[in-house]
């Protein structure tokens, strides 16, 4: 005897953004078995605004995305959440920063259609979820086999070490480091590493990244104190500039004086 499954019965017409849930108090903010602590929201916010330059260089007309803890719907669920992931940090790129005015309340595929490039998750536990490849349901898999981002990164915070996997064709591979110990993602024009340094009143090893020559992208921090600094010294050098310039137009006029005083006009 033989037996039949009843499918799914999907809406006909499906929800956007502003249907589906932002968080229901256990997927977005508390989605790891492990918790989170404070490193990770500097951590997202330092990702962001070092790479922001490198993206408006990019995008100059803006149409590009930064999520962060923010949901992404890859296929209809009940509840909607398991039809979810939520990546601690992600890019995508040729998407408006609004859709119809309104800012993004998660990101979902089949509204925006365009995969995220990169994925970045910080682990608190001991990283088993985020490497889980069970079908459907595993989060290696479902960025992988569906959400489909070209690189996904694995940041073990307690461990201050980083995986990269860049998808070819159906499956992830492992990227490797380079000679700097950094990961290329060379579709952005960057490197992500580890970097130990001060952020945020906090000393730590960092995620962080690099242009392609290797030199660490700063922080808008950074680049307003970077701007400051060589804003200074070039006022220092103008009035170095404007001294010399004075001491020689004192000096020419001592000479001119003693000229006079031999009887001779300076003029001539």
């Not at 039949?4 to 997927?27: A, K, M, R, Y």
């Not at 990770?40 to 100059?60: A, F, G, V, Y």
């Not at 490039?117 to 889980?132: P, Y």
């Not at 990961?183 to 962080?208: D, T």
């Amino acid at each position: 005897m033989s037996m039949t499954t009843t499918p799914e019965i999907l809406p006909t017409t499906l929800p956007d953004h502003t249907q589906l849930p932002e968080s229901d108090g256990t997927f977005v903010f508390a989605e790891r078995a492990g918790g989170k602590n404070f490193q990770e929201h500097p951590q997202s916010i330092l990702l962001t605004d070092s790479i922001q330059p490198i993206l408006q260089k990019r995008h100059p007309e803006g149409n590009y995305c930064i999520g962060q803890d923010s949901g992404i719907y890859w296929r209809i669920t009940d509840p909607p959440q398991r039809g979810a992931e939520a990546p601690d940090w992600f890019y995508v790129p040729n998407v408006p920063p609004l859709l119809k005015g309104q800012t993004r309340r998660s990101y979902v595929l089949w509204q925006e259609i365009i995969p995220p490039l990169i994925v970045l998750e910080f682990v608190s536990g001991d990283g088993s979820e985020e490497r889980d490849k069970t079908s459907w349901t595993g989060k290696f898999w479902v960025y992988e086999q569906a959400i489909r981002p070209a690189f996904y990164g694995i940041y073990e915070v307690r461990h201050s070490r980083v995986e990269v996997y860049h998808l070819i064709e159906d499956h992830y591979e492992l990227v490797i480091e380079n000679e700097r110990g950094h990961y290329p993602i060379n579709a952005l024009g960057v490197e992500l590493g580890i970097w130990q340094g001060r952020y945020q009143n906090l000393e730590l090893p960092w995620l962080h990244w690099w242009d392609d020559l290797g030199n660490l992208l700063l922080s808008g921090e950074e680049r307003a104190d970077l701007e400051r600094q060589q804003k200074e010294q070039a006022q220092e050098q103008l009035q170095q500039s404007e001294l010399l310039l004075e001491q020689e137009r004192q000096r020419g006029e001592r000479l001119a004086q003693r000229l006079r005083d031999m009887g001779v006009n300076p003029d001539e």
